[in-house]
Every structure is written in C-alpha cells, then in structure tokens.
C-alpha cells in the first residue's frame, strides 16, 4: 500500500532551514527529509487496528487504521498514497509521549492528523494539504499541542464530520499498539 506524511525531529527543531524526523528527542527518523531515486511505494504494515473515537454530544466513529509501530513505517506513513477510503487510515506509535510535528512532503492526499496524549485523550487536530512536490524549506509543518503518543492520520474532513475535536477520547479495540523493536 502506498503511504505518507514525514515525522520531524524535535519539537520542530529548525536544522539549516530544514525540518526533518520524529518528534521528541530523538532523532531516528530524521533521514525521512532525504529524497529517494525510487520513492517508496508501500509501508509494510503488518496490521490493523479498530479504534473509536467518543465524541462528546455526537455519535461515537469507529475507524480502522494501519499501525505504523516502527521507525521505518514511521519515516513512511501515506507517503504516495492516491487515495484513503473514508473511516481508514494510518496510527503512528511512539515509545513514549513527546512533541511531534509532521509534513506533507511526497503525499497526495489531504489528511487530518489528529494528535493523542498517553491517557488517548486528543491534543489537537491539523488539517494538513498535500504538498507532493516541495522542497524542505518550502514545507509546512502540522505539530501537536503536546506530548502525543499518538498520531491518527484520516481523510481530510474526517474531523469536522464526526466532531472529533481537543479532548475527545480514542479507544483502541482490544490492547492499543505499541511500538516494535527496530532491531
């Protein structure tokens, strides 16, 4: 499957007029900024969850998402995905809850990326437009409004549909996803 979105270092830590890897401290998703000869055209997610999202004053939204639970799927996400059914999409999980900032380089598709504290209460929501073609300095950078253990990344518009919004809870089926040894 094709897949997206670039995971920064940092709380958008600023390197040279580029902004690369994963949030939080570490740094082992930086290499995402570089441009491939052949771009990547699947993440190899090895599965998939369901989870809900319980919308205060609304109707709960199930989802089903691709776990992207290690570094590689991670630096990967919906890069050069065409398109996303609605109600799917991808959960980037980190070891611990950090800042974390994405972009929209190599993908194709407009997202909402909606940022999950460790108690699975939602930071915040960004609306995020493709931006296939840009370079690292024209890149524009979506980040949390906290520390996020977790990214859900849906079909644009999936948030003002449902009404997920700051402080609605997500509720993983069964155990929610951990992060993966890299090795």
């Known amino acids: ?13 600023l390197l040279g ?3 690369g890897g994963v949030g939080g ?19 190899d997610v090895e ?36 398109s996303l059914a609605n109600d799917t999409g991808m959960v980037f999980v980190y070891e611990s809850a950090q800042p974390v900032s994405f972009w929209m380089k190599n993908t194709l598709i407009p997202l909402d990326m909606i940022f999950v504290g460790p108690d699975r209460t ?3 929501v960004q609306h995020a437009s493709p931006q296939p073609n840009a370079t690292s300095g024209e890149l524009k950078t979506y980040p949390s409004d906290g520390e996020a253990k977790y990214v859900v990344e849906l079909p644009r518009g999936f948030a003002n549909r449902t009404g997920v919004g700051s402080g609605t809870k997500l509720v993983f089926e069964g155990a929610p996803p951990t992060v993966e040894s890299d090795g």
């Open 122 to 124: 939602v930071l915040n």
């Open 17 to 19: 007029g580029c902004i």
């Open 47 to 82: 599965r998939t969850v369901n989870a809900t999202f319980v919308v205060e004053d609304g109707e709960n939204v199930t989802v089903e998402l691709e776990v992207a639970n290690e570094r590689e799927e991670r630096r990967t996400g919906l890069m050069h995905r065409e």
């Open 1 to 13: 499957m094709r897949t997206h979105a670039a995971l920064l270092v940092g709380a958008m830590v």
């Open 25 to 43: 401290t570490t740094s082992d998703d930086a290499s995402r900024q570089t441009d491939s000869p052949t771009p990547p055209t699947t993440t």
